[in-house]
């Protein structure tokens, strides 16, 4: 082996010019190398050092080297100590450079990914951020999602998804009659005693004074009548609305984890990221504010979460139709002469076939009661619509 003194006396470059001859048979350079060194342009001053009688190296007399350079050969020893002797020069290379520098013998992988121990995941295109971990929780409310855990501990936001709000749940309906009016009393004279023979002009009014009812040319003496309250007209009702909004249900929510700030990824293979994969779901995702569709590649499941909702639903108006079946009733006094004097028969209106005789009548005035009116509308309209939306797309 040659001892280290040998080349100890070299400049920094005569150095490295030795190391990489002492090297030459361990990078697989087995033909002789023949370095030319000047000993003599040292800034320290050191001298040209002598040649060890060990070494293969010679220094050579001839014509083509001259006398100030020196020449080392690197072919390998005939007793086999090459590899001896590099480690030699590598060691006074540490040693003259005063630290513990180091030479790899291996060569760099092309594929960057190789030198990520996490995951080498796509980066986000243009417009887009992440990578990000996903995690949701569901449920009818869905619980809130817990912290972000492990590596992905940064909170970048949160949102929820699965909206059911339902429709409007509305009733309208219709008070009581008001403002209805009636008719006079009305009569009607039949020449039968059982009031199906009518005998002169139908459907007389009585008013409230003295009122002689046109007797037909065939109604004769035994006269029999019949009365009607008088005939409805107006009123309304009061529509009677309400609106019932149930209260929006999300079925799930979701938490968007990153790294935290003071981390940032090393780039991997094919322009990617190295990142932690996410556990448990190994899951990562990209993000963008608003409604997108997902970019082609790695991320093509689509998710949109929302932060609120906004609340359109209603009822449509609640009205009511016309009055109907409202009865008219009023109190005719009936005479059996045309004055309106002598013994009186009352009868309240409407009344079917009397067997009294009438030859006037005298009529208080007919109030209306009871009725109906149909409501009108009173259904749901609108909807829950989900608002600050954000897209999320994963690679699976």
């Known amino acids: 082996m040659r001892p280290a003194w040998s080349v100890c006396a070299m400049t920094a470059a005569g150095v490295m010019v030795a190391a990489f001859a002492g090297c030459a048979d361990i990078w697989g350079f087995h033909d002789g190398i023949e370095l030319e060194v000047d000993a003599t342009t040292g800034e320290s001053g050191s001298v040209a050092p002598q040649p060890d009688a060990n070494d293969e190296a010679t220094l050579d007399g001839s014509a083509e080297a001259a006398a100030d350079q ?35 013998a291996q060569a760099i992988p092309a594929d960057g990914s190789s030198l990520c121990d996490a995951s080498c995941a796509p980066a986000p295109p243009v417009g887009w951020t992440g990578p990000y971990a996903l995690y949701e929780a569901m449920g009818g409310p869905p619980p809130a999602p817990p912290g972000c855990p492990g590596a992905y501990s940064a909170q970048m936001d949160n949102g929820l998804e699965g909206l059911d709000a339902g429709v409007a749940q509305c ?123 997902c970019p082609s590649g790695a991320y093509t499941v689509a998710h949109t979460y929302y932060k609120s909702s906004s609340d359109g639903r209603s009822c449509t108006p609640c009205t009511c139709g016309s009055p109907v079946g409202v009865a008219c009733s009023a109190t005719v006094t009936a005479f059996g002469n045309t004055t309106c004097t002598g013994g009186p028969t009352r009868e309240t209106a409407p009344m079917g076939c009397s067997g009294d005789h009438i030859a006037s009548a005298i009529a208080a005035a007919s109030t209306p009661s009871g009725g109906s009116c149909a409501p009108v509308g009173g259904q749901p309209a609108g909807s829950v619509t989900p608002a600050m939306g954000r897209t999320v797309c994963c690679t699976k």
Do not use: H, K, Y
Request: charged share 10%.
């Open 171 to 293: 009733t309208c309906a219709c008070g009581a009659v008001s403002g209805a009016s009636c008719g006079s009393p009305v009569v009607d004279l039949w020449s039968d005693s059982n009031c199906t023979t009518s005998c002169s002009t139908t459907l007389q009014p009585i008013g409230t004074t003295c009122t002689r009812p046109n007797f037909g040319f065939n109604c004769g003496g035994g006269v029999r009548f019949t009365l009607e309250g008088g005939a409805p007209s107006g009123g309304s009702c009061a529509p009677d609305a309400g609106t019932t909004l149930p209260a929006p249900a999300w079925q799930t929510s979701v938490l968007l984890c990153g790294l935290p700030p003071t981390v940032t990824p090393a780039e991997c293979g094919g322009g990617g990221l190295c990142v932690p994969s996410p556990d448990p779901s190994g899951v990562l995702c990209i993000s963008q504010t608003g409604a997108s569709a």
């Open 70 to 104: 020196l020449v080392i050969d690197a072919t390998p020893d005939q007793g086999g100590d090459a590899g001896a002797d590099a480690a030699d020069v590598v060691a006074v290379l540490q040693d003259a450079n005063g630290d513990e520098a180091e030479m790899d």
